[in-house]
């Protein structure tokens, strides 16, 4: 449950704050007027999205005040979005399992606001992990552990220009198995919540997308869920076997995998964290390749539902 006097004794403290700077901030730049400006964004806005009207809207907030400032703001944004979740989450169709995930979700952004060990520059714009926050307490994100969904169309343009097989294997799967290529859930992994190492195992994959199964039970108009990983690389297998589990997990129950290609961040992604694969990209033996995985609502909700029988 969310502690609702911890969330007003924050908001308290973070207004504070910020009238002892400007104490007429607040009242030209009300934050009810920047939520209202995040209700208009577009269904499928990607997740670092940022309006025209948000980003003058903090422009001009910096310009009467400074950029501390600005990030002091968003603190109060994200504390009073996480006090109005009852009201707002009435409208969503979500299982009681993913409010829970809110919940903890909220206490780790609430935590690092009063504790204060967010870097200088985490409550700006486009930091990732910063955005990721403010849609999942906008409710246009919702968490299942360390990852998080939000509503995506198929990246189609990325396969016009390839043309051939490709491109019209891309569509037979649209049309034959999702029968559609909007709305999709699109997943992010969030390696700042405390949960997500424990959660990247076998055991915490068959969760993650057990609950997400019922989600889409809950929302019939979901086509699938998509992710964008260099992790889909049959290569994996070769270079980093202890993660081969989740291409093999994915394609023996009903998950697609389309190629795109070598990209930069994949690049930086899939070096960041193995001495292995810096060596090998290094020496030009591995080029990380970037990975569409499409996995279809009749799909996932047929293995979902076997996997309970089995229980």
């Known amino acids: 449950m969310i502690d609702y006097e911890k969330i007003e004794s924050t908001i308290n403290n973070l207004e ?8 007429d901030l ?9 939520i209202n400006l995040i209700d208009r964004y577009p269904e499928y806005a990607r997740l670092q999205y940022c309006s025209n009207e948000v980003e003058r809207y903090c422009k001009k ?14 603190k109060l944004l994200l504390a009073t979005l996480i006090s ?11 299982p009681h399992e993913v409010r829970q995930y809110y919940f903890k979700c909220f206490d780790k952004i609430i935590g690092q606001i009063e504790d204060g060990t967010g870097y200088l520059g985490y409550y700006l714009y486009p930091n990732y992990y910063f955005c990721m926050d403010l849609s999942i307490c906008s409710l246009r994100m919702f968490p299942i552990g360390g ?14 220009n390839n043309g051939g097989r490709k491109f019209i294997s891309v569509m037979f799967f649209l049309i034959f198995e999702t029968r559609g290529k909007q709305p999709f859930l699109r997943v ?12 990247f195992t076998l055991e915490g994959l068959i969760h993650s997308n057990r609950v997400l199964a019922d989600v889409m039970k809950m929302n019939p108009q979901i086509k699938g869920k998509i992710s964008t ?47 292995t694969r810096r060596r090998l990209y290094d020496e030009g ?27």
Not at 16 to 23: A, G, K, R, T
Not at 61 to 74: A, G, K, W
Not at 245 to 255: D, V
């Open 26 to 34: 607040l009242k030209n730049f009300p934050v009810r007027k920047y």
């Open 285 to 311: 033996k591995y080029v990380p390749s970037d990975y569409l995985e499409v996995w279809s609502r009749k799909s996932m909700i047929k293995w979902a539902d076997k996997l309970k029988w089995h229980w």
């Open 147 to 160: 990852r998080k969904y939000h509503l995506s169309r198929f990246p189609l343009r990325k396969f016009l």
């Open 188 to 199: 992010h992994y969030d390696t700042h919540d405390p949960s997500f190492r424990d959660e």
């Open 84 to 94: 109005t979740f009852e009201d707002s989450v009435t409208n969503k169709k979500l």
């Open 229 to 275: 990983s260099w992790i889909g690389d049959p290569h994996i297998e070769r270079i980093s076997p202890r993660l081969a589990y989740i291409r093999y997990f994915n394609i023996a129950n009903g998950a697609k995998y389309f190629h795109l290609g070598p990209s930069e961040k994949a690049a930086k992604d899939a070096t960041k964290k193995s001495s």
């Open 16 to 23: 504070l704050e910020i009238n002892n700077y400007n104490n």
């Open 61 to 74: 907030i910096v310009e009467h005040s400074n950029s501390q400032i600005l990030e002091l703001y968003h």
